[in-house]
């Protein structure tokens, strides 16, 4: 069966901190996203990569496709970064499987 | 910014009634997906649809379920007869283009209670 695992299942932190949120899935995949889910329940969609790093603002992700393992980070974290975290995974010729979200506090 | 919009935001109803959940795509996307996440649990995936005919399901999508594009701008997914585990966050998502390296947009989500 298909799966991805997120670590840690929470995590909190102080504003500021360099924040580091892990993926691993179980066979090969076609694209991995990286989401966020508001407090209200919303979900905007951060990243999509197949290989590499992209980055966008404070947020960096990568993945590695040989260890299967992906990687979200966020540098000089904020209390409005507070949200749950969705890894989300294409595997070859499925539809997404997603992980069980990383919930993230961000303290003042 | 274009946004997919979902309506309402929050329906109850008895179990064993028809509830349809209602969703506004962006209006150049092709593809549309409805995803289902029980309260405090994952999000999972229910159907894609494209051209007007569902293009994958998962096993959660039985009979009870269906889905229309009745117009030009609106996709619904259709609950016959609610059970009480049907109680869930309901998203629709849409994208450009189907597979894999598109970017799908979400709608804020319908919160479905089933009493």
């Known amino acids: 069966k298909n799966e991805v695992e997120q670590s840690p299942q929470n995590l909190t932190a102080q504003e500021g901190e360099f924040i580091t949120i892990n993926c691993s899935y179980s066979?090969?995949?076609?694209?991995l996203h990286w989401l966020q889910q508001h407090p209200g329940g919303g979900i905007v969609s951060l990243f999509m990569?197949?290989?590499g790093k992209k980055k966008h603002g404070r947020l960096i992700a990568t993945i590695n496709i040989q260890e299967k393992h992906s990687s979200l980070h966020i540098t000089a974290s904020h209390p409005r970064d507070s949200a749950v975290y969705i890894c989300?995974?294409?595997?070859?010729?499925?539809?997404?499987?997603f992980g069980p979200g990383t919930r993230l506090s961000v303290l003042p | 910014e274009p946004e997919v919009t979902q309506t309402p935001s929050h329906q109850v109803t008895q179990m064993g009634q028809e509830v349809i959940l209602r969703c506004v795509p962006i209006?150049?996307?092709?593809?549309f997906y409805w995803y289902r996440q029980i309260l405090g649990q994952k999000v999972e995936f229910l159907v894609s649809?494209?051209?007007?005919?569902?293009?994958?399901k998962s096993e959660i999508f039985d009979d009870q379920f269906s889905v229309e594009r009745p117009d030009g701008s609106n996709f619904t997914l259709k609950i016959r007869s609610t059970k009480l585990e049907d109680s869930a966050m309901y998203f629709c998502?849409?994208?450009?283009?189907?597979?894999?390296?598109?970017?799908?947009?979400f709608g804020p989500g319908t919160r479905l209670t089933v009493l």
């Open positions: 998502a849409s994208s450009e283009i189907g597979g894999s390296y598109n970017e799908q947009f």
């Open positions: 066979v090969g995949i076609s694209a």
């Open positions: 990569l197949s290989s």
């Open positions: 989300a995974v294409e595997f070859y010729g499925q539809n997404f499987v």
């Open positions: 209006s150049n996307h092709l593809y």
């Open positions: 649809f494209y051209n007007n005919e569902i293009s994958e």
